[in-house]
C-alpha cells in the first residue's frame, strides 16, 4: 500500500540518518560538522509539522468537529460567534492554552480537564467576551493530548467565514498561507451558501488540497445524505471550480464525540468521522511526508557526497608520491585562491542589489502613501454632509470601518510585490553561489582526479512578512482644547470646516502609521534576509575551502610521519570512505522511490 510505504520511508530515512550520524562521528573530528548537519537533518524530519485548517461558515459546526477529531469538549462550540482569532492546536502531554496579545503580553496556563479550558478560551475567543478582538490578542496557541496531533499534525481552527462579522472573513484569508491542506465544514442547513462559494473561489490558489466535510449528517435519512452529497459536487464544481473527482466525507461531530467518550466503535463508524480520520492521516503520510522524506534524503546525499569528496581526497593524498602531492597541493591552494577572490566580487554584488532593493521598498511605500490618503480623504469627503451633531465620530466609525478592509488588501499586495521582487534579485546571486561552492570540491576532485557530483540545490532565502495595520488612532479635540464648548460657540460652517481638516489630520495619521509598520518590517526583513545569505555564502565558501584543503593537509602530514601509521590510515579511511559511498547510494535509493 501507498500508505505503508510512505511509512517504511520516513522510518528508512530516520535508520540512514542515525547510521550517516554515527559513520561521520567515527570518521574523525574532522568530519564531525558534517554529523552536526545530519543531526540537524533528522530533527527537522522529527519536528515537521502539517498545518490542517478548519474553515467553515458560522453555526457549521467547526469547532465541534475538531472537539470530535481530538476526542473533547474544549473548545467552546455554542450559538455565540467566535471572534477573529485563528486558534492553533498542538500535541502536548497535558491541557495548556497561551494568549498573545499585540503589544507583546502574554497570558497562559494549564488545565485539569476540558471544561476549565474551554472556559478559559471563552474569554478571549467568544465575540460576546471579546467583540471585535477590543482585547487585542494577536494568537491563541493551544496544546491538547489527543492522538491525531502526535503524527505531527497541527490543527487551525479559523473564524466563521461569510458571518456578520466582516473581520473573521479578514482573518482567516490572511492565515491560509500558513496551511498545507484545509477541512471546509458545511451542514445540510442548507448545504452550501453564495459566501462560502465566493470564499472558495478566493482561496483555492493559496490552499493545495480541500477535503469537504458534510457535518450533521444525522439528520439526514440515508437517501436524502445522497441527495445532499450530489448536490454539493454539483455545486463545488460548476459554481466553486472544485476539481472532479470530489469527495465529501458526510459527518455527525455530535455522535462522534459521544462516541469517542463512551468506547463505542460502532457508532464512531456510523458518525462517519472514522473514514475522515484515516484519509487525513494517509494523506499526511503518503504526500506531505513524502515530499518531505525526499527533500531530507537529497540533504542528506549532498552531505555525504561532500564528506565522501575529503575522505576520497585524504586517501588519494596517502597513495600519491610526495613530489606529486606537493605539486597537486601547490595547484589546488592557487585555485582556492582565485576562488576566494570571486567570493569577495560576488559580495560586492549583492551589496549594489542589496541598496537598490531598500530604494525599490522606498518607491513602493512612496506610492502606497499616496493611494491610501486619496482613498481615505474621498472617505472623509464623501461621510461630510452639512454640520450634525455626532458627525465626526460617525466619520471616524467609516473610518475606523474602512481601515482594516483598505489596509490589509493594500499592505498583503505590496508585501507580496516585495518579496517577489526579492526573490527575483536574489536568484542569480544564488545561482552564482552554487557555482561558487561546488567549483570548490570540483577542482579539488579534478586536480586529484577524483569523481565528484554536485548533488545539493540551492538554498532559497525567503523573506519573512508580517504585514500589519492600525484600526484607530484619534485625536479628540483641536491643539488640545476639547472641541465640545469652544466649536459650540462657532457658526456651523466654521465647526465643519474644523472638523473637516482635524478628520484629514487623523487619516493622514493613520496612512503614515500604517505605511511605516509595513516598510519598516519589510526593511527589516529585507536586511536580514540578504545578511542571511551573504553570511551563508561565507559559511559554505569557507567550508569547503577548509575541508578540502585541510583533508590534503592531514594526508600530507601523515605521510610525514610513520609509514606504518600512514598505511594503517590509509587502510581505515579506505574502509570508511566505502561505508559513506554505500550510505550515498541508499539516500539516493530513497529519493528515487517515491
Excluded at 188 to 215: G, K, W
Excluded at 463 to 483: C, D, S
Amino acid at each position: 500500500m501507498a500508505e505503508d510505504r510512505g511509512v517504511d520511508q520516513e522510518e528508512g530515512l530516520a535508520v540512514l540518518l542515525a547510521e550517516a550520524d554515527g559513520r561521520l562521528k567515527q570518521a574523525g573530528r574532522r568530519f564531525a560538522p558534517y554529523a552536526v548537519r545530519a543531526g540537524e537533518l533528522a530533527a527537522r524530519l522529527r519536528e515537521e509539522r502539517f498545518h490542517l485548517a478548519v474553515l467553515g461558515q458560522f453555526k457549521r459546526g467547526k469547532s465541534s468537529l475538531i472537539n470530535a477529531l481530538l476526542g473533547g469538549e474544549f473548545l467552546p462550540a455554542s450559538s455565540v460567534p467566535m471572534t477573529a482569532l485563528p486558534t492553533v492546536i498542538g500535541r502536548g502531554n497535558t491541557r495548556w492554552a497561551k494568549i498573545t496579545f499585540a503589544d507583546g503580553r502574554t497570558d497562559e496556563g494549564t488545565f485539569s480537564d476540558d471544561s476549565a479550558l474551554e472556559a478559559y478560551l471563552s474569554r478571549f475567543v467568544a465575540e460576546q467576551a471579546n467583540p471585535g478582538n477590543r482585547l487585542g490578542v494577536n494568537q491563541v496557541d493551544v496544546e491538547y493530548p489527543a492522538s491525531l496531533l502526535a503524527g505531527g499534525i497541527t490543527l487551525i481552527d479559523t473564524p466563521g467565514i461569510g458571518s456578520t462579522f466582516q473581520h473573521n472573513t479578514d482573518t482567516t484569508l490572511q492565515f491560509l498561507s500558513q496551511c498545507d491542506a484545509a477541512l471546509f465544514v458545511v451542514s445540510a442547513d442548507p448545504p452550501i451558501t453564495a459566501a462560502e462559494v465566493a470564499f472558495l473561489q478566493a482561496v483555492q490558489q493559496h490552499v493545495r488540497r480541500f477535503f469537504f466535510v458534510l457535518n450533521k449528517a444525522d439528520y439526514l435519512s440515508a437517501s436524502e445524505r445522497e441527495v445532499v452529497a450530489g448536490f454539493l459536487r454539483q455545486v463545488l464544481q460548476e459554481k466553486a471550480g472544485v476539481a472532479a473527482p470530489i469527495p465529501v466525507y458526510l459527518v455527525s461531530a455530535r455522535q462522534a464525540l459521544s462516541a469517542k467518550k463512551a468506547g463505542d466503535r460502532n457508532l464512531l463508524a456510523e458518525s462517519g468521522l472514522s473514514l475522515l480520520e484515516e484519509t487525513l492521516i494517509a494523506f499526511f503520510r503518503q504526500e506531505k511526508q513524502a515530499v518531505l522524506t525526499a527533500a531530507i534524503g537529497a540533504k542528506l546525499a549532498a552531505v555525504l557526497q561532500e564528506a565522501l569528496l575529503e575522505l576520497e581526497l585524504t586517501v588519494r593524498a596517502l597513495e600519491l608520491p610526495v613530489d606529486e602531492l606537493t605539486t597537486k597541493q601547490a595547484l589546488l591552494a592557487q585555485k582556492l585562491t582565485e576562488l576566494t577572490a570571486e567570493q569577495r566580487l560576488a559580495g560586492d554584488l549583492l551589496a549594489g542589489d542589496r541598496k537598490r532593493t531598500l530604494a525599490f521598498l522606498e518607491e513602493q511605500a512612496a506610492a502606497l502613501r499616496k493611494k491610501a490618503g486619496e482613498y481615505l480623504d474621498r472617505i472623509v469627503a464623501e461621510q461630510l454632509g452639512g454640520y450634525r451633531p455626532g458627525l465626526e465620530q460617525e466619520v471616524q466609525a467609516a473610518l475606523a470601518e474602512t481601515v482594516p478592509t483598505f489596509f490589509d488588501r493594500e499592505l498583503k499586495a505590496a508585501s507580496d510585490r516585495f518579496g517577489e521582487y526579492i526573490a527575483g534579485v536574489l536568484a542569480p546571486h544564488q545561482q552564482r553561489a552554487e557555482m561558487l561552492v561546488s567549483s570548490v570540491r570540483q577542482a579539488a576532485a579534478s586536480i586529484f582526479a577524483l569523481d565528484y557530483q554536485v548533488t545539493e540545490q540551492a538554498t532559497v532565502f525567503y523573506m519573512k512578512r508580517q504585514p500589519y495595520w492600525v484600526k484607530e488612532k484619534w485625536k479628540t479635540g483641536l491643539g488640545g482644547i476639547p472641541h465640545t464648548w469652544l466649536e459650540s460657540l462657532l457658526p456651523a460652517s466654521v465647526r465643519l470646516a474644523r472638523i473637516r481638516k482635524r478628520l484629514e489630520q487623523q487619516a493622514e495619521e493613520l496612512v503614515l502609521q500604517n505605511v511605516e509598520n509595513l516598510r519598516w518590517a519589510l526593511w527589516q526583513n529585507a536586511e536580514t534576509t540578504f545578511h542571511s545569505f551573504g553570511e551563508t555564502l561565507k559559511t559554505r565558501l569557507l567550508e569547503a575551502v577548509s575541508g578540502t584543503s585541510q583533508a590534503v593537509a592531514a594526508a600530507t602530514a601523515q605521510k610525514q610521519g610513520q609509514v606504518e601509521a600512514a598505511k594503517a590510515e590509509l587502510v581505515r579511511l579506505q574502509e570508511e570512505a566505502e561505508a559513506l559511498r554505500q550510505l550515498v547510494r541508499r539516500a539516493a535509493a530513497l529519493c528515487l522511490s517515491r
